[in-house]
DNA sequence: GCGTATGTTTAGGTATGCCGAAATACTCCT
DNA sequence: AGGAGTATTTCGGCATACCTAAACATACGC
């Protein structure tokens, strides 16, 4: 018979529960396959296996969501992979940019046990390197309700709670200027269609500005902290 | 093409490395059977495959050996394997007994990258918490020149140097009575047919007397500090 | 309402690494 | 030297998890 202990099916599970982690609609085979990088028939076939170990529920043609015992190992996981995160990145020096490749090696060889431990020596945290909570040994998840840069107005005062770390570059880039969790940012300005978004990076005198689009402004999630009239900024 | 990166081949290199480590007689097939837990129709497969990968020497019916590239990646696992145990123990609380499986796992995982940061945190120490010297990068090993417990004579004095881990219950009887790494031991006594030996543990008015036998006396070396007349050993 | 594009599944095949049973080589003893 | 016993290899098979190509559903535009 198959098992939870396999990889891949930690992977699927994982994969799935994040698609609906910021978002409501359940994820399709297509869009697992893309995000396994793995061909669509090879969802089809472990698909079937989550559905035969419980985990899953699959009807022909239809969309994939995770039964309660899904929904369980996927949290399990994402604690896996958010307190090792939190690990290198607080106690062996990695930076940002780095961190996710490594969690994803180590998140299916730990046992239970050095993720207590180490949760135990980090200090209990409650949000990895990236913003993104740290569900409890029982699988308890708190919601942060952060918001997408690009829904805030002009003079809008925000503070960043979250960045995605799907895209490497990006992590890289926002880096370097200085940006990274619970950086103040100040929405000063709009770009043509209102797709480019100039903010104001740190408080005070030293602050900078930064243009951001696409991918940029897609990674960033912040906590806004309501408007700041008659603001001046200081040029790059 | 196969890989070096499979965690079988590792496992087979490291095992082939590890038989020669204490001793000079290389490994047989049915040998790394045992030690792989593993049929003895699957070793004369995976032989085959490190003889193809350069990594080991094998002709048909005769002992298995390591090539000099065999050998790098022999060093390379037990470094990881010993810079793990290492930090177990020093950083997540484990205990003696746990840290070899916990190891055993992880060090198939993590990156090269990881593992020197993981180095340099912990201080680039030069023995595992079994006393096992830990070969540097470049593959560089010492030999601390242990002997076994039982090659010393009544009135010895000696200094705990290694302790060997693959047997869990024994490491947890020593652990129990306070006798570890770099502990102080006299032989104080040797029973029938020099099979037991009697020896006190730790210096001073606080010390103890233990009876070893069997595994215990295989599991211990030591570093010997020369014999030490007309002492007096409390009893237990 | 029909056909086409898109999404999904089926079918057949590959690689890895393991197993047990049977065949074969080696070794040691007499 | 011959035969018993042990060690090793060969052979056919199994499980996992992936692939490509082809068949099949679904959904959307006209």
Redesign the interface.
């Known amino acids: 018979m198959h098992s939870i202990d396999s990889s891949s099916v930690q992977d699927y599970v994982k994969t799935i529960y994040g698609f609906t982690e910021w978002q409501e609609t359940p994820i399709t085979a297509s869009q697992l396959a893309v995000r396994l990088a793995v061909a669509n028939s090879s969802v089809t076939g472990m698909v079937a296996k989550l559905v035969e170990l419980g985990l899953a529920r699959h009807e022909k043609y239809g969309p994939i969501t995770l039964t309660p015992a899904g929904l369980a190992l996927g949290l399990a996981m994402v604690r896996r992979h958010r307190l090792i995160e939190t690990f290198?990145v607080d106690?062996?020096?990695?930076s940002w940019d780095?961190v996710h490749?490594?969690a994803e090696?180590?998140e299916?060889?730990?046992?239970d046990?050095?993720i207590e431990?180490?949760d135990r020596?980090l200090g209990h945290p409650v949000r990895d390197p990236h913003g993104d909570p740290i569900p409890t040994p029982n699988g308890l998840i708190s919601r942060p309700d952060a918001v997408r840069l690009d829904s805030l107005d002009d003079g809008h005062r925000a503070r960043v709670a979250r960045i995605s770390d799907d895209n490497p570059a990006v992590l890289k880039f926002l880096a370097g200027h200085a940006v990274g969790l619970d950086t103040p940012l100040l929405v000063s300005g709009r770009g043509p269609f209102g797709a480019l978004l100039t903010v104001a990076v740190g408080d005070g005198p030293g602050s900078a500005t930064l243009q951001l689009g696409g991918e940029l402004v897609a990674a960033l999630w912040v906590e806004s902290l309501g408007t700041h009239e008659g603001c001046t900024v200081a040029t790059v």
Chains 1, 2 share one sequence.
């Not at 299916?108 to 046992?111: D, Q």
């Open positions: 290198l106690h062996l020096g990695y780095e490749d490594e090696l180590l299916h060889s730990v046992s046990t050095f431990r180490l020596k």
